[in-house]
């Protein structure tokens, strides 16, 4: 089975601007999480969608918005770049469901850097 | 409030057993994991342990959970240099697909 792929693998905005990250999950996989990772910060949960639907949300700013597509593909946008926003972007896939095994499976990332 | 702890660094010798500790504050933590992260990489995940378990073995890998002190460690036997790399410990209630991280321990293998 092919992992998750993420694209594109690096990105290099200015302030201001708005970027689209591409994630597609492990193949049968339904839900698709999205986590920030900045030294300063570490690791933050951003959201989860499930079945086309944002199932969980963390606690960032509604620039930082996402959706899944009938194929279980995922995007997520950023609108107005701040130099904050550079960070390692991870998506991380599962099968969705409750059962006690499913664990999550996590992309390359997106290096996103903002000038 | 939610939170994860790791010591940052951690240095042993090849051939040793090396041990990164994890403390975390969500009672309601059902699933505890383990990931690595190497160099310009995401996160692998290495193993993960339920909460009503106290110890799970996988090949080198020992994972030991002290529910009462909500700690968690993570022992990987005969260290090798491509076992350099962040470790992270994460926990996650298990009734959402939203894991907390630790800061992340650096583990250096010195030949």
């Known amino acids: 089975k092919a992992g998750v792929t993420q694209t594109p693998r690096y990105l290099i905005k200015t302030r201001g601007q708005q970027v689209t990250l591409s994630c597609s999950p492990i193949?049968?996989?339904?839900?698709v999480s999205w986590y920030q990772q900045t030294p300063g910060q570490g690791l933050q949960f951003l959201f989860e969608?499930?079945?086309?639907?944002?199932?969980n949300k963390g606690n960032f700013p509604g620039r930082f918005s996402g959706r899944q597509f009938s194929n279980s593909r995922s995007e997520m946008n950023v609108s107005t770049l701040e130099l904050g926003d550079s960070a390692l972007y991870l998506c991380?896939?599962?099968?969705?469901?409750?059962?006690?095994?499913?664990?999550?499976?996590f992309g390359p990332g997106t290096r996103l850097t903002v000038l | 409030g939610e939170d994860v702890e790791q010591s940052l660094f951690l240095s042993v010798r090849e051939g040793d057993s090396s041990v990164i500790n994890c403390t975390y504050t969500?009672?309601?933590?059902?699933?505890l994991y383990w990931y690595k992260q190497e160099p310009g990489a995401g996160l692998q995940l290495l193993t993960y342990i339920f909460s009503n378990m106290d110890m799970k073995q996988d090949q080198r890998l020992t994972v030991l959970l002290k529910k009462q002190d909500k700690h968690l460690s993570l022992r990987i036997a005969d260290t090798q240099t491509g076992d350099s790399a962040i470790y992270f410990c994460a926990e996650s209630p298990g009734s959402a697909r939203q894991l907390t991280f630790g800061s992340g321990t650096q583990l250096t293998v010195l030949p």
């Open positions: 969608y499930f079945s086309e639907t944002q199932r």
């Open positions: 193949s049968g996989h339904r839900s």
């Open positions: 991380a896939s599962t099968g969705g469901g409750r059962a006690s095994t499913d664990t999550q499976y």
């Open positions: 969500d009672s309601s933590s059902t699933y």
